[in-house]
């Protein structure tokens, strides 16, 4: 590292700190201290990427569908109750009343300020589907109002309260942008609206009543960017030094080998293979990766969490490592059933949060992204399950090598304007074949509560996740548990895949089929195990010695064991060595959990 930098050590930790004060240095946020009692909150460049994304036909906000039975509220679960609950909590939820405030020129990223023209009843709609309101119909509901971009003037989200579904339930679609909030912090947002019993929870007000922001002219906004800009350099040399620090984990990451440079410090030595593993090539072109148009096409399901968790016992893997496979089964079959299977294994590109335990839902974006081999290649399922657990463990030990800040703020490395037209610029050369696909499809696991919620006395029953596809990956796969399933949302461009409902059958069968294969591996193991026991039991009692008596009370003995010897046929006979087994089973099923 000295020979790098060419500065002595401890020179080198003065100057860093000195740079790491300089580099946190801020202007005071307030642009008026009389009206705003806080301070603005400026995007981190991973956040104002979801903005620099967005053309006429991608769109950066995401979603959730929510569908609830209003059976189990005492009272009329209506609109105007919605709305009122969600007046009471929308404090709980600081995202609801902010919008942005853009630098002129794209100089600087841009800030959150509170709205002073929030007006709720523009955010929460009410809106109906003709009868008999099924799943298919509230789809293509959904499919309209995500098609359509938020305004950039007013706070990036929208709740839309749809009356008329089937069965008497009802359902809430959440339309918020990335930019804002991450799958973690979503689902923190989710959980502010809801409740635990049918009995609402008194929420405390806030301790201090909200107030709005004056929005900063232009001049002082162009003010702020000068020293921000005067402040890069310095910001630029502490991501360097942190970047030098982290060389071999970086470059490898990357699929970059520097003579020199070692072995990184936290990858095993087993994982001394590309980050796709044994995806020996760049993700090959399908259908789905091409550019994309301004229509979407959703799809819903939902899936025993004790189903997936049947397959990950028995093959040894994880929930994750299941959600892949039975994702790339799925998508197998459709590539299949369309010509367009092809030779080399697709790759996704997997989300992963990387808040601690200091964050919560209101620090913007804290998500990180791995890639990793599909093994669209292999027929058999439980070998593409294997393989793809094997594929995981390796990009997981390279990204735990890479510190999640440095990857934070490997995103504010370029000045807001060249990375505005570069990530836009990035995405149309993939998907117009000018450069190599990063990945073929996005796949997301976004971990959720295992017990009931209410949302106004109605309870929960399902929560989809509705997420965003850009140009070159026209496709995303995500799911959410809660309360016992997995609920899977699926995405994708209506032009490419008209047929989207088929993915969604294609996922079931996936899962069908691997809990077939588990439950056939898992059975002769358990009457193998079982007959070794018995078989075992009855050994040892055949060898069971008798007891030793005196030669005085030699008749007493015979006599004693004379009346053991039926009790001796009774044990070997008893089924007894059984319950071992099962208990043996029940430990192992729990500590695999």
Known sequence: MQTILSIPSQRKRILESFVRHLAAARLPCRWDNRRAGHDVQQLSGLDTTFLNIETPTTYGHT?????????????????????????????????????????????????????????????????????????????????????????????????????????????????????????????????????????????????????????????????????????????????????????????????????????????????AVPMLSQAASAPPRTMLNTIIGPHRHVAFTSIGLDKIKTIKNAFGTTVNDVVLAVSSGAIRRYLLDHDDLPEDPLVAMVPISVRSEHDDGNSGNRVASMTASLHTDIEDPVERLCAIHESMKVAKDQHRAIPADLQQDMAEFSPPLIAAQAARLGVRAAAEGWVDLPYNIVISNVPGPQFPLYGSGARLLASYPVSTITDGSGLNITVQSYNGNIDVGVVGCRELVPDIWDIVDSIEESVAELVELADAMVKPQVKKSAATTKRTAKKLAAKKPAAKKPAAKKSAAKKSAAKKAPAKKRAARQPAAKTPVARTRSAKTGADR
């Open 63 to 271: 979603g959730g569908l929510a569908i609830f039975d209003p059976s189990t509220a005492d009272h009329l679960v209506s609109f105007d109750e919605v709305k009122r609950t969600l007046t009471e909590r929308l404090h709980l939820i600081p995202q609801f009343r902010r919008r942005l405030v853009e630098v002129p020129f794209g100089l600087d990223r841009p800030y959150w300020i509170e709205d002073p023209d929030f007006d709720l009843d523009f955010h929460v709609r009410n809106i109906g589907l003709p009868r008999p309101g099924t799943m298919r119909q509230l789809a293509e509901q959904v499919e309209r109002i995500i098609a359509r971009p938020l305004d950039r003037g007013r706070p990036l989200w929208e709740l839309y309260f749809i009356e008329g579904l089937e069965n008497g339930h009802v359902a809430q679609l959440t339309k918020i942008h990335h930019s804002a909030i991450d799958g973690v912090g979503g689902a923190e947002a989710l959980a502010a609206t809801l409740d635990l019993s049918p009995e609402p929870r008194v929420v405390e007000p806030p301790a201090h009543p909200w107030e709005p922001d004056r929005i900063p002219t232009d001049l002082e906004m162009l003010n702020r960017a000068l020293f921000a800009l005067s402040m890069k350099p310095l910001k630029d040399y502490q991501l360097f030094l942190e970047t030098m620090n982290n060389l071999p984990e970086v470059a490898r990451a990357a699929g970059i080998e520097f003579p020199g440079l070692g072995q990184p410090r936290t990858v095993s030595p087993e994982a």
